[in-house]
């Protein structure tokens, strides 16, 4: 039993999100200063943990 893909704008509900800012890829500015020092080792060290555990996978 295959998966149909997911096509953008298919669906009858609205994207979740504001897509106003963003570019024709969907990709955003981020606004870095916005976050804390605790929130940059957060994600640092999840991302850290997270690409160890693509060995072998991807």
Partial sequence: MAVE???YGASDRPPRGDYGRARD???CEQDWS????????????LYE???ALLAGRA
Avoid: I, M
């Fill in 34 to 45: 916005a976050y804390t020092a605790t929130d940059h080792d957060t994600y640092r060290r």
């Fill in 5 to 7: 893909p997911v096509v």
């Fill in 25 to 27: 890829d969907y990709t």
């Fill in 49 to 51: 943990r997270q690409s």
